[in-house]
């Protein structure tokens, strides 16, 4: 499918918690045994990206999408599956090798502060990224470079001698938005850039977000819990579960008809200004965790649709037509 | 029978090396028996300032500078020691967005709720488990014998904020203040938690002041809203006129802010500019450099909050009210 800008199939990634060898070991019934935990955070996701397109991935803390998008960009080795950029497979590729990929993915975090060297003057933290992959450019060229993308984002040039301690959270946000755009990326992950901002400067930094992505044709992974954002920004919608994705949907379908139990158990739960004291759909249980994942469908627990099938069987992300796809047996059976 | 609870006119500085940070800064409303009201606003408006203050709860360097707390008649401001440890034991209650604020790790949630319930009521081990039992099935909690022996390590997120409100509701209080209780959870469990609360105030009869960022959520808990900006309320009425016909610029560009599914891809309607530092409150309205109605009063008068002609909102606007609503330019003429 060379049409897809990024493509992802059956992508794992576990994280091995255990400790070192000693703390790892444990008596049981007499004899020494080896106890090894494992985070299941990513389990068999497949998921593509349109160029132009913004994606964005849903679901509750802890479900895997932060290190869904770190391993897509090659932060975290993935413990199985492929990863392909416009048809080129990326994962597993050494550090130099990727280093062309590197520039046209790009990513801005929800905690600019973080993600921001403290050391370093805004005028400094542009110029690195762009020195950093064009090691030939001309001192002149970057300071243009980096005085058109502050124009663009609404970085005062009065700012530039300045660190980032020395700005609110809107602004920092603002900073590595620049940041991320000048080494001109294709593609932009952006995992939770509003969460910690006040709606105010959520909607600045929102508008800013639409604004690059149609004078750049940039392609965004957004990521965020907030849904309501997600509807507004979206053209698609991945939503996880336990670290597997149960639906792939296009925004409109899935606010308007969702398919998936627990999407439609996590759109009703979001509460809506205009509609005072709405129902929502009550999930039983508690969330398991990606240590003991449950058998079958990882929703079983709490899904009021569950049957003996849905306890064994892994359900797959299967095509329900008009691009959705669903991971339910009682969806693919017709049951809901 | 008065209100429940009259705040009015109060008033919170913290005395820092560089001067006094006013927090807030003149803070009034009413809460009736059983009413429940959503207190608003952005980072550092002084939300959390009013609850704490509310129960005398500031610590050094901050301290109450005017104002009084009116709660069912006896003012709280003047209140100490024993007298105010009285109020907060058994008549008003607080939850905080982090529940470890209320949960000691290290004692089982059994001996916790004990010890709350026998700090304030001269009652035997026994007779506070069953009020325990009683609580713990309020807040839906399954197999609550079994819970009572267990630590807040063993409960998740959702159940641990479930526990505080149980505890919350030991003493059958007449006021409970939660901020942010929801925050830190997923929308799934926000919802649970909100309906719960809801669910209980009404069947207790329990006033609630409900702190929070989220307008959403207000807009399904409380009656009143009260919308703060840089330590003050600026608007304040009835939950459905706030968010239906929202007077105030600031309140109008919050709600235009928020994405509401109605234009996805649209720009949304930013307010220009952040909400001043404490530090360096403008003169006159602390809104007006954000503002767009604004005149040349708003520059150097401080708005008090009133009843606006024709509205049932009160509101702290010069501009609003006026027979016909000048522009820059009619004033300069
Ligand atoms: N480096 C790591 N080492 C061990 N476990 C990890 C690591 N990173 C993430 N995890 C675990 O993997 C699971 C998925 O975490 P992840 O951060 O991807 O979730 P998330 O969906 O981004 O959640 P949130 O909304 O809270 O950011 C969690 O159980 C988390 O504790
Ligand atoms: N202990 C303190 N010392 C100095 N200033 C303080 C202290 N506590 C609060 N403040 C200041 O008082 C102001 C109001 O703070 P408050 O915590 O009430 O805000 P809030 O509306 O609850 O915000 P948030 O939504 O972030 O919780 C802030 O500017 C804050 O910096
Ligand atoms: S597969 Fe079964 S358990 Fe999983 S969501 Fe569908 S009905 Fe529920
Ligand atoms: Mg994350
Ligand atoms: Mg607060």
């Known amino acids: ?336 | 029978m008065g209100h429940l609870l009259e705040v009015k006119d109060l008033e919170v500085k913290f005395a820092l090396r560089m001067g006094d940070l006013t927090a807030i800064n003149g803070v009034s409303f009413t809460l009736d028996r059983g009413e429940r009201l959503g207190l608003v606003g952005e980072s550092g408006a002084g939300k959390s300032v009013t609850g704490f203050a509310i129960i005398n709860l500031i610590s050094k360097p901050g301290y109450i500078s005017g104002g009084t707390v009116i709660f069912d008649g006896r003012d709280l401001t003047g209140l100490t020691g024993e007298g105010m440890r009285h109020i907060r034991g058994n008549l008003i209650s607080m939850i905080f967005q982090d529940p470890m604020m209320t949960l000691n790790p290290v004692l089982t949630i059994g001996t916790q709720m004990v010890e709350t319930l026998q700090a304030h009521m001269n009652i035997s081990r026994k007779a506070a488990e069953k009020i325990a039992l009683e609580k713990l099935r309020m807040v839906q909690i399954p197999s609550p014998e079994k819970r009572l022996q267990q630590y807040p390590h063993e409960f998740s997120g959702g159940m641990r904020q479930r526990i505080v409100v149980a505890i919350a509701l030991l003493a059958d209080p007449a006021l409970i203040i939660a901020d942010e209780p929801t925050t830190a959870l997923d929308v799934t469990i926000q919802a649970e938690i909100m309906e719960l609360l809801l669910e209980l105030c009404e069947s207790e009869g329990t006033g609630l002041i409900l702190i929070t960022h989220d307008l959403a959520v207000v807009s399904q808990v409380t009656q009143k809203i009260a919308v703060m900006y840089a330590g003050k309320v600026v608007e304040a009425g009835l939950t459905e006129d706030i968010i239906d016909n929202p007077l105030h610029p600031y309140t109008q560009g919050l709600i235009k802010a928020l994405p509401d599914g109605r234009n996805p891809g649209t720009r949304l309607n930013q307010i220009p500019g952040v909400m001043p530092s404490l530090i360096d409150i403008p003169p006159g309205c602390s809104f007006h450099p954000r503002c767009t109605i604004r005149g040349d009063i708003c520059r150097y008068e401080s708005p008090v909050l009133r009843e606006i002609p024709g509205y049932r909102n009160m509101a702290a606007c010069h501009m609003l009210g006026l027979k016909k609503e000048p522009t820059e330019k009619d004033r300069a003429e």
């Open chain 1, 1 to 336: 499918m060379k049409d897809r800008l990024i493509d992802i199939k059956n992508l794992v990634k576990h994280f091995d918690i255990s400790g070192g060898l000693l703390e790892q070991l444990a008596v049981s019934k007499g004899r020494i045994i080896r106890k090894q935990t494992v985070v299941r955070a990513v389990n068999d996701v497949s998921l593509f990206v349109n160029p132009g397109e913004t994606l964005s991935v849903v679901g509750e803390s802890g479900c895997g999408k932060s290190t869904l998008a770190r391993t897509l960009l090659g932060l975290y080795q993935p413990d199985g599956g492929e990863i392909y950029y416009r048809g080129d497979r990326i994962d597993g590729l050494t550090q130099k090798e990727m280093l062309p990929y590197r520039a046209k993915m790009q990513m801005i975090f929800q905690d600019p502060y973080a993600s921001l060297n403290p050391r370093m003057t805004v005028q400094q933290t542009l110029e690195e990224p762009v020195v950093f992959h064009n090691p030939s450019i001309s001192g002149s060229e970057v300071k243009d470079r980096v005085a058109g993308v502050m124009q663009q984002v609404g970085v005062d040039p009065a700012w530039t001698d300045r660190y980032p301690h020395e700005f609110s959270g809107g602004q920092r946000q603002r900073i590595s938005i620049a940041r991320a755009l000048m080494v001109d990326p294709e593609f932009v992950v952006a995992d939770e850039p509003v969460s910690a901002l006040d709606v105010s400067v959520q909607a600045q930094i929102l508008n800013l977000l639409m604004d690059a992505q149609e004078q750049r044709g940039l392609t965004y992974l957004f990521i965020t819990h907030d849904l309501s954002v997600v509807r507004h920004i979206s053209s698609r919608v991945a939503v996880m579960y336990l670290g597997r994705v149960c639906e792939l949907a296009p925004t409109t379908n899935l606010f308007e008809s969702p398919g998936h139990p627990y999407t439609r158990a996590l759109l009703s739960a979001i509460p809506d200004l205009y509609d005072r004291r709405h129902k929502y759909i009550k999930l039983k249980g508690e969330v398991p965790t990606p240590i003991d994942l449950p058998s079958g469908c990882v929703f079983h627990g709490r899904c009021p649709y569950a049957d003996g099938r849905c306890s064994r069987e892994i359900p797959a992300l299967n095509h329900q037509g008009k691009a959705v796809y669903v991971a339910c047996h009682a969806v693919e059976e017709g049951r809901i």
